[in-house]
């Protein structure tokens, strides 16, 4: 069996279509959209990345600006502009481009964004709202994976998912939102032991571990959904995910592809969010506790 591709980019595009007419609707009503992204330093993929965020940003009507740091910035003007941006209307979104430079404490800049306006849902305040099932920023990574399940028609309930990786900004966060949508969810990590014991249960194998060909076809069940999150750059210049997509597209019955799978969504969902942050403030009704008005969006 040959699994079906899900394609990033057909559905960041329907997606973005969709909440683009969000947008009008609040043009209409006297709110543009509004982010600001705060990048320290020239770290030459951070600005890459700060690029796709604010091309995004103007395809979907959202008003993006970027306030630069040059590495040696202290600290306390980062804070200060962070505090500025916090008081600011225009701006509903904030997000601080990562990683910073090794002086700045990466958790007290996350901290101090307000956090109606913490788009990367990064704050502890979110990421405590997160494992109590009632945030308003999922990060955007594990939410556009949600995206591309529900997009997908894939059920979610009841199912076994294994998350294999256990980061803060993906692992961790991508089981509680399987969690609630009452999945039943492990997380493996580096250190588990025989990590195909446990890919083999999974009806949902979600994989975010950054290493090439870390599952392989024999690890994945008949019928499996595989969402390759990794990004992995080979010597050769290749970019590749962390599945083995040749082996296992012939086992599972859904799959997502590197590049062209997550990545797409990953930015799209931070549109998502910044545009739901200016329904908020703009007191337009939201339904923020959720995510399950996506699909029918
Ligand atoms: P991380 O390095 O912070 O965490 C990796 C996790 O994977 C850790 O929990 C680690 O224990 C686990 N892991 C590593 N090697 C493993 C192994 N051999 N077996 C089992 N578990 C293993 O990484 P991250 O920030 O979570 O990113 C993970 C991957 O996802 C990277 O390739 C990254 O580039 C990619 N990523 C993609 C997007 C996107 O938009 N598509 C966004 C964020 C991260």
Known sequence: MAAKIIDGNV???KVRADWRAKVDALRAHGTEPGLAVVIVGDN??????????TKACAETGIRSEVVEFPANASEAEVLERIAQLNADPKVHGILVQLPLPAHIDTRKLLEA???RKDVDGFNLYNVGSLVAGETIFPPCTPYGVLCMLEYSNIPIAGQNVIVV????????????MLMKRDATVAITHIKTRDLAQWTILADILVVAAGKPNL????????GAVVIDVGINRLPDGRLVGDVDFEAV?????YITPVPGGVGPMTVTM?????IKAAQRASGLD???LDTRDLAAA
């Open 286 to 288: 939201v339904s923020d």
């Open 249 to 253: 597209k012939e086992k599972a019955s």
């Open 11 to 13: 559905i960041a595009h």
């Open 215 to 222: 599952i392989t076809g024999p690890m994945v069940r008949t």
């Open 270 to 274: 931070l549109l998502v969010n910044t």
């Open 113 to 115: 964004i307000d956090v």
């Open 165 to 176: 990786g256990a980061s803060n900004i993906v692992g961790k966060p991508m089981a509680s």
């Open 44 to 53: 030459p993929a951070s600005r890459v990345y700060v690029r796709h965020k």
